[in-house]
């Protein structure tokens, strides 16, 4: 299986995971299905379970109420499907794939691969008979059929159903036939580096499992994931090895899993990123900005790791002028690891936003004011973006919500899209009773001993920040307001405010969402494990 297929497959299997899980406990006895060098395995249990629950639950009641179905039960092919079995689409659906569906690769070139899906024998007699399958021979004992188009090949094995291109018809005939002229054929269950990869995901209220491997000996790659529940949210569970895994873990520098910098309590989502590479491709040609010292010596060897990257707000009473709403602000800061390093990134910025203002200049745009300012102490610069903003956008409440801020704070040199969120910075740095890192205990992410890169997203900030934008659209633009009522608004504003309501509405079911990485110890140091938590309220 060649690298580009193999991290399809793996995409595949992470979509069908996440996108699927939320079932009743499962194994991965699915495994005994497939041949023992399978190169690819997702099963899935109950997803009839998944369905009813998925009905009930409060989210999908306020995306119907919205005009969203998830899913394509009502929708083209399947419905047509549907009408041809005589059922309901929902029923249709439980039918065919609501007890067991097992995704099988192989490990050739181009990846065969066979969907077996468990269906009562009447329903597949009835959909051979509804859905104009023809006859094409027998593999073993089981009859063989063929989609009136001729692309794919089902084959009925009791209460099993396995599905294949016409072109896969190898691999189909391998699973189909296993522990048929031998009862005791190895199967995926019983190979070594199976179990003793999914034996490294944690047991218990398992969803989904999925396995994926390329390759052999050293040069192996391997890929295992589990999902488990966790009320209505997700727990998601990987480890792996490659090549690039490897070469990320090679770049692993000094940092915690819970340094987000200076940041302030009131932020809403950060990433933290362990990685640190001293000398990228193509570093010198920053040097002309940091003459006559070196971008690369000067400047990223005055740096380490990590590098944090974040989402925060600033409250609409402290926008000068006034706004009626929360202003988002998104920035980055990086840890300097000497005192000469935050004087070259000024020096750096300074030269950049300079031939920015030129550039705004020539296309006739009022360019931004830069100025000096001190706050408890650190000093910082000021690119404020309000004269180009309101001769873009011909709104005057929206001259303060460009006010880029930059400048050292403590161990960091941060950079924020406005100077009241940096200055918020400024204090967490100075009375850790405001900062990020005391609210630790609160976010999904967890202290690892090596760890690659942590994120978090906090849903109900979000929805508060975007519910404080629909009220100023709602007092303000009251006509594109009241079309975005509607399911398809004409109006381009309006359906910008009717995906804001959504996307608000949709965070408010929703509590952290946290995401993490980090490398193994000891003899596990080449394996990458990582962890998805989407809690949900």
């Given at each position: 299986m060649n690298a580009t297929r193999m991290y399809w497959s793996m995409a595949m299997v992470v979509c069908l995971t996440v996108t699927l899980a939320a079932t009743p406990t499962l194994g991965q006895d699915g495994a005994k299905w497939a041949p023992a060098d399978a190169a690819v395995?997702?099963?899935i249990d109950d997803m009839a379970d998944w369905r009813q629950q998925w009905m009930q639950d409060p989210l999908a009641e306020f995306l119907r109420d919205e005009g969203i179905e998830r899913g394509k039960h009502h929708h083209g092919a399947w419905v047509k499907m549907s009408e041809a079995m005589d059922m309901e689409p929902e029923a249709l659906f439980d039918a065919f794939f609501g007890q067991r569906i097992v995704l099988l690769g192989d490990d050739s070139e181009d990846t065969a691969f066979v969907l077996l899906t468990t269906m009562a024998a009447d329903v597949s007699a009835k959909a051979i008979d509804a859905l104009d399958l023809k006859a094409d021979g027998r593999i073993g004992d089981h009859d063989r059929f063929l989609t009136p188009d001729g692309r794919t090949q089902v084959v009925v094995d009791g209460d099993r159903v396995a599905m294949a291109r016409k072109d896969d018809e190898a691999w189909l005939r391998e699973v189909v036939l296993l522990?048929?002229?031998d009862e005791e054929a190895p199967t995926l269950a019983d190979d070594e580096a199976f179990k003793q990869w999914m034996q490294r995901l944690p047991a218990g209220d398992r969803a989904a499992v999925a396995f994926a491997r390329e390759g052999d000996g050293d040069d192996e790659e391997i890929h295992a994931?589990?999902?488990l529940r966790d009320g209505r949210g997700l727990d998601v569970h990987y480890a792996g090895t490659s090549d690039k895994l490897d070469e990320m873990v090679d770049h692993m520098g000094e940092g915690g899993a819970l340094e987000f910098g200076p940041l302030p309590a009131?932020?809403?989502?950060?990433?933290?990123?362990n990685l640190f590479d001293p000398a990228p491709k193509g570093a010198e040609r920053l040097d002309g900005l940091v003459q006559p010292h070196s971008f690369k010596d000067d400047v990223l060897g005055g740096l380490e790791a990590p590098t944090v990257f974040?989402?925060?707000?600033?409250?609409?009473?402290?926008v000068e002028p006034k706004t009626a709403f929360d202003v988002p602000v998104v920035g980055m800061a990086v840890k300097l690891g000497d005192d000469d390093v935050s004087e070259h990134i000024d020096t750096m910025l300074g030269r950049a936003m300079g031939m920015m203002r030129m550039g705004m200049r020539a296309?006739?745009?009022?360019p931004f004011e830069m100025s000096e300012h001190s706050h408890e102490g650190v000093?910082?610069?000021?690119?404020?973006?309000?004269?180009?903003?309101?001769?873009?956008?011909?709104r005057e409440d929206l001259r303060g919500a460009l006010r880029l801020a930059m400048g050292r704070i403590g161990d960091w040199y941060v950079i924020a899209s406005h100077d009241d969120f940096f200055r918020q910075a400024i204090a967490a740095d100075k009375r850790p009773g405001l900062a990020l890192s005391g609210q630790a205990a609160l976010l999904p992410v967890e202290?690892?001993?090596?760890?690659?890169?942590?994120t978090f997203f906090r849903a109900p900030m979000m929805a508060k920040h975007l519910e404080t934008w629909l009220s100023y659209w709602e007092q303000e633009r009251p006509t594109a307001f009241e079309a975005a009522q509607d399911r398809k608004p004409a109006d381009h504003e309006a359906r910008i405010i009717r995906c804001v309501r959504i996307l608000a509405g949709s965070m408010d079911y929703y509590d952290t969402v946290g995401m993490q990485a980090w490398a193994g110890e000891g003899d596990e140091a080449d394996i990458v494990y990582a962890r998805v938590q989407i809690r949900r309220r």
């Open positions: 395995f997702v099963q522990g048929v002229d994931l589990a999902c009131s932020t809403i989502g950060a990433t933290t990123i974040f989402v925060g707000q600033v409250e609409g009473e402290s296309q006739g745009v009022p000093d910082y610069h000021v690119a404020d973006f309000g004269d180009a903003i309101v001769k873009k956008t011909e202290q690892k001993a090596r760890p690659l890169f942590g």
